[in-house]
């Protein structure tokens, strides 16, 4: 079953040791039944980056 990861923004934001920007939130791991069962520090702008990079086609060399 997905665990959905829920960023509370209400929290301070924590510099990011990655990317230096002060995006890293907590956020709370929560299950499809809607029950808590941790906490994970999660930087909204890497995450970004992931997912982009997952996204992004492979590149080929021209020619
Ligand atoms: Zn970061």
């Known amino acids: 079953m997905p665990i959905r990861v829920l960023i509370s923004h209400e929290s301070t934001a924590i510099p990011c040791e990655k990317c230096g920007y ?19 520090l999660v930087c909204t702008l890497c995450q970004e980056r992931e997912s982009q990079e997952q996204e992004a086609p492979e590149k080929l060399p021209a020619g």
């Open 22 to 40: 002060p995006t890293l939130h907590v956020a709370h791991l929560v299950t499809p039944e809607g029950q808590c069962i941790g906490r994970k």
